[in-house]
């Protein structure tokens, strides 16, 4: 290329967006505007780069490849995406050249992103938790693109990020990760029961999983203890019957020596 310095040969291409965002199923126009250009015998490329392999999309006056059937050129050189689907997110490359063999061209690039809207992400919530023991309940959503940010809902109210910046869960032991979707209990307390949810949301749109509930049972602290103090009084209680017994035997052992 010459630099910018436009010699009175140059291609010089411009566009109205280097960089573009759109939601899958929407069509979309990745405009490449021939600027300047000293002929009209110009030769007018589209190439494709998806992981670093590029592909003509646009050769020889016709849409190839990925695009064929699913998109135009817009004259001159811009083109026209009927339906993006989220293959289509890619670098795209525009070139024009003289076709006069003298090597002037230019090339613009275009980054174009398909937004993926979320599907119902897959929940799982255990059923059944007692107070003071860890808990972990998961949210996974494998379709949204980009990558979904996951928020939980107890009984349809939404749990805040960090239970410690509110009053109303500020008791509550959990630690929510937005983008594992992972939202763990330390230590669960009666009051986290409920009916769980999760939702995923990106900016092409968002799902949540149907609600789930986790009972909280109590430790029956009470049972445990009787038992192991019933346990130990019953143990005294026999050994100091025996220890009774074996005392009142030798005192009145003791006593009829003495008496005799
Ligand atoms: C785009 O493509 C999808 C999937 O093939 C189809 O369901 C949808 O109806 C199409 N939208 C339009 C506007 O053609
Ligand atoms: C949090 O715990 C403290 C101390 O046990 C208690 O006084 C307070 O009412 C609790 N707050 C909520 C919102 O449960």
């Known amino acids: 290329s010459t630099g910018h310095i436009p010699s009175m040969f140059a291609v010089i291409l411009r566009t109205k967006a280097r960089i573009v965002r759109i939601n899958e199923f929407e069509p979309v126009e990745l405009t490449c505007i021939i600027h300047f250009a000293s002929t009209y015998n110009l030769r007018i490329e589209w ?10 999309v646009y050769y020889r006056r016709k849409i190839v490849g990925d695009l ?15 339906n993006a689907t989220r293959t289509d997110t890619a670098e795209y490359r525009c070139e024009v050249a003289y076709n006069d063999g003298s090597g002037e061209f230019d090339e613009i690039k275009i980054n174009l992103e398909v937004r993926v809207k979320p599907v119902e992400p897959q929940c799982s919530v255990p059923k059944a938790v007692t107070v003071g023991m860890a808990a972990e309940l998961q949210c996974l959503e494998n379709e949204g693109f980009p990558a979904p940010v996951y ?6 109210e939404e749990l805040p990020q960090d239970p410690k910046n509110s009053p109303k869960f500020i008791n509550a032991t959990y630690t929510m990760n937005t983008s594992t979707g992972s939202l763990k209990f330390h230590r669960v307390r009666k009051e986290d029961a409920g009916e769980y949810h999760c939702q995923a949301k990106n900016d092409a ?21 009787l ?6 009084i019953a143990a005294l209680f026999v050994i100091s019957s025996i220890w009774c017994f074996a005392s009142r035997v030798y005192a009145s052992k003791k006593a009829r020596n003495e008496n005799e």
């Open 227 to 232: 038992k192991s103090v019933g346990g130990v």
């Open 151 to 156: 928020r939980w809902f107890r009984n349809n």
């Open 68 to 82: 064929e059937n699913r998109a135009q050129l817009r004259e001159p050189a811009s083109m026209l995406i009927f």
């Open 205 to 225: 749109g968002h799902a949540h999983c149907p609600a789930n509930l986790m009972e909280v049972h109590d430790v029956d602290i009470l049972a445990i203890i």
């Open 47 to 56: 190439k494709k780069i998806r992981n670093g392999i590029p592909s003509y």
